[in-house]
């Protein structure tokens, strides 16, 4: 049985940068250790299954190009700035 990856948001942000199948191996990650957290968030404010599964998508668009870009400094959590963004979504 294969154990299940932990990465660090250090090396998540690494990871997006090298782009690839790195990033492909973290954003499967941060989708893994955040999707059901955001969509609870979304469905618990008035959204549903589909809305929910949008925002979600746009926000991790918007987090990738935020690390992509170098605006993401590391200052707060991957699971902070996801929170955030999908809230402003």
């Known amino acids: 049985m294969k154990k299940p990856e932990n990465l660090t948001d250090s090396?998540?942000?690494?990871?997006?940068?090298?782009?690839?199948?790195?990033?492909?191996r973290c954003l499967g990650y941060l989708y893994r250790q955040h999707y059901s957290v955001l969509e609870h968030y979304?469905?618990?404010n008035s959204g549903d299954q589909d809305d929910a599964a949008d925002i979600i998508q746009e926000c991790f668009l918007v987090f990738v190009r935020?690390?992509?870009?170098?605006?993401?400094?590391?200052?707060?959590?991957?699971?902070?700035?996801?929170?955030?963004?999908?809230?402003?979504l």
Do not use: W
Request: a negative charge; hydrophobic letters at 40%; charged letters at 30%.
């Open 11 to 24: 090396e998540i942000l690494h990871g997006i940068i090298l782009g690839g199948p790195d990033l492909e």
């Open 42 to 44: 979304v469905q618990t």
């Open 66 to 88: 935020m690390v992509e870009d170098r605006k993401f400094r590391g200052e707060s959590s991957i699971k902070s700035v996801l929170y955030a963004i999908c809230r402003n």
